[in-house]
């Protein structure tokens, strides 16, 4: 379907008003929007806590109701990711390349990092980007097509680069959300 920006917006707006169903979770997730804006100036931790208990309650609501949807989502998405480490695709590499240059140069200028964890990001970055750099450079070297997936699945030494370089980002992303939660513990035991 090749529509407009327009033609979308008018089909989600039609959507919107078409049941009422839809127009009860319109409503109900604009009153949430405007509780959370109009909280913003009195930050209330009662709002917040009840805030994270009515979004908690919209998952688990749409959990129930459509569990078996949710399990054939949970199931393909599975399948993806598996997909995705057993067979990488370049794209997603220089994606993913392309959010480590991100992080780095917020690594480099961030004031709130502390040292210990520039360090560690700055470990893992490198180590990602001498693999990406082995990658392309092998790449180059046996002119391999990045395009075609059936030769460049049966290079051992690339798939190997690519797999290993996203098992070293989610030991990176796992390491940060560990790190971020104990920061925030020992804070809050602190005060």
Known sequence: MNLSLLEKLGIIFKYIFSSFLSIEMFVLSLLLFVILIVNLKKDNEL???IAIGIYIGFIIGILISYSTYVKTCVNSFVKAIMNY????STIVYFFIILFVTVM????????????FKKIINYAFFSILYFFFMAFIALAAYDS???VDVAILYQNETILSLVQISNLILLIWALFTGFYHLYKYFKKRCNE
């Open 85 to 88: 480490v057993y067979f990488p």
């Open 104 to 115: 780095i140069l917020y690594t480099l200028f961030s004031k709130q990092l502390t040292i």
């Open 47 to 49: 709002v917040q806590m």
């Open 144 to 146: 391999v097509d990045l």
